[in-house]
């Protein structure tokens, strides 16, 4: 079963610093990762998609990586601003076209103006 | 534009009711997907279905059942309504056969008393 740990749980940082939010699965068969937001309560929303054979994908600030070999993926949001507070969250996909997503606990995130 | 719709979006009922929360979605998506979210465990799968006539059963099914008599439309049923089910129920979407992203609703907070 595929474990997926989210680190830290909570985290403030400054407006204008970089984020940094760090996920790690344990079973390396993975088929797509998903990055997620969620505000208070609010439903998902769909940052960014890395599929196993890429190592990256870019939108606008957000960056994330997948690194199949070390079982980690990193979220980086760039120059923090307070709408950027919220819960993210990565979820893995284990299955070709299967989409049955393992999700992690989420980093809670506070950008302080 | 296309979307995924879930109804109600709050409901409390009584224990032993039975209760059916609907999830609706108009991107002609083959895999459907119910998820419950509570604090301490993420989002965890219930039930999930890759077309018509498909059910499948997740990690936390017991309590539950779904069915899947048209695309667009999977709604989620608890037999008898249990204090432990008290949740928010996350329905979710996404294109069959090339480990696409997932769509999410808005969420059903469901409160049994």
């Known amino acids: 079963k595929q474990e997926v740990t989210q680190i830290p749980a909570a985290l403030s940082v400054p407006e204008g610093e970089n984020l940094v939010l760090n996920c790690s699965f344990t079973d390396s068969a993975i088929y797509n990762l998903q990055w997620f937001r969620q505000d208070p309560g609010k439903g998902l929303t769909s940052l960014l998609l890395?599929?196993?054979?890429?190592r990256e994908q870019t939108s606008g600030r957000l960056n994330a990586s997948l690194d199949k070999s070390s079982g980690r993926s990193t979220l980086y949001i760039a120059a923090s601003q307070p709408g950027d507070s919220a819960t993210y969250l990565c979820?893995?996909?284990?299955?070709?076209?299967?989409?049955?997503?393992?999700f992690g606990k989420g980093n809670q995130v506070v950008v302080i103006p | 534009d296309a979307e995924i719709t879930q109804s109600p979006r709050h409901k409390i009922t009584e224990t032993g009711r039975q209760v059916t929360l609907a999830c609706h979605q108009t991107?002609?998506?083959?895999?459907m997907f119910w998820y419950r979210q509570d604090l301490g465990h993420g989002l965890r799968l219930i039930h999930y279905?890759?077309?018509?006539?498909?059910?499948n059963k997740g990690e936390v099914s017991d309590g539950y059942s779904v069915s899947r008599s048209n695309t667009e439309d999977l709604p989620l049923t608890l037999e008898s309504a249990a204090s432990s089910q008290t949740s928010v129920y996350f329905c979710?979407?996404?294109?069959?056969?090339?480990?696409?992203?997932?769509?999410f609703g808005q969420g059903t907070r469901l409160t049994v008393v």
């Open positions: 979710a979407s996404s294109v069959k056969n090339e480990g696409t992203e997932a769509f």
């Open positions: 890395i599929q196993s054979s890429q």
């Open positions: 991107w002609n998506h083959n895999n």
């Open positions: 279905s890759y077309g018509v006539q498909d059910t």
């Open positions: 979820a893995f996909s284990q299955g070709y076209g299967n989409n049955r997503l393992a």
